[in-house]
């Protein structure tokens, strides 16, 4: 049972436009969501995170929007960059705190992002 | 600031042979540890955490196990490798304890089974 759910398996985008990655999710219990940026042979980089009492949070070029009516989340990179090309995952989570121990997070499989010249 | 590093990079065994990956932390006390794996073409799925010394949960029944002998050392083992624990591990650590918690994640392992 797939949690967190990333549809796209690759995105192709010309720099300098928009790039949006979507995100789906079931639980209604993740209560705070967050995309990692990962280039290949490395570890995942934190981008970008927002709490489920918000409905966007906005960092430099990166967006992240949250709808929780529709369990959606997305990710907007304005302007896009060839830096920019990479496997970016979109993760979530429940919190609990019950014994010391907290929900853990939730991955989608990635969606590559490959931005063109 | 904080560093997690990982090693070795990469790794090749024969199926059957034992495995030692090594995660330490730097710059922060107590932190939650993480050991996750990618398998070709999918995610990150989570193996095991700990929230403190000698206290592992595991989430996947396998041949691999985890220990934390310190604070900010986590390590993975495996007696005997089977061919599908080829992949790429990662460990990752977060401060723990609040609803905003982030996990930062380490430079990986590549571990190919033969």
């Known amino acids: 049972d797939q949690q967190v759910k990333q549809n796209s398996p690759s995105l192709s985008v010309q720099e300098g436009r928009i790039s949006i990655l979507n995100c789906d999710y079931t639980?209604?219990?993740?209560?705070?969501f967050l995309w990692y940026k990962k280039y290949p042979a490395e570890g995942p980089t934190f981008l970008i995170s927002?709490?489920?009492?918000?409905d966007k949070n906005e960092d430099g070029r990166f967006t992240v929007f949250l709808n929780k009516s529709a369990k959606h989340l997305s990710l907007h990179i304005v302007p896009s960059q060839p830096g920019d090309s990479a496997v970016y995952f979109c993760?979530?989570?429940?919190?609990?705190?019950?014994?010391?121990?907290?929900?853990?997070?939730?991955f989608g499989k990635g969606t590559k992002l490959s931005v063109k010249p | 600031s904080q560093t997690i590093h990982q090693w070795p990079a990469t790794l090749v065994q024969p199926v059957g042979s034992p495995l030692s990956l090594e995660c330490t932390v730097e710059?922060?006390?107590?932190?939650?540890l993480y050991w996750y794996r990618q398998a070709a073409g999918r995610g990150l799925q989570l193996l095991f955490y700990?929230?403190?010394?000698?206290?592992i949960s595991s989430e996947v029944p396998q041949n691999l196990s985890a220990s934390r002998p310190q604070d900010r050392q986590f390590i993975l083992s495996s007696k005997k490798l089977l061919l599908s624990d080829s992949g790429f591990y990662l460990c990752?650590?977060?401060?723990?304890?609040?609803?905003?918690?982030?996990?930062?994640f380490g430079p990986g392992t590549r571990l190919t089974v033969l």
């Open positions: 990752a650590w977060s401060r723990g304890g609040g609803r905003t918690d982030t996990q930062y």
């Open positions: 710059g922060t006390s107590n932190p939650n």
């Open positions: 993760a979530a989570r429940a919190y609990m705190n019950y014994g010391g121990s907290q929900g853990n997070l939730i």
């Open positions: 927002i709490s489920s009492i918000k």
């Open positions: 639980n209604s219990m993740f209560d705070y």
């Open positions: 700990s929230v403190g010394i000698g206290q």
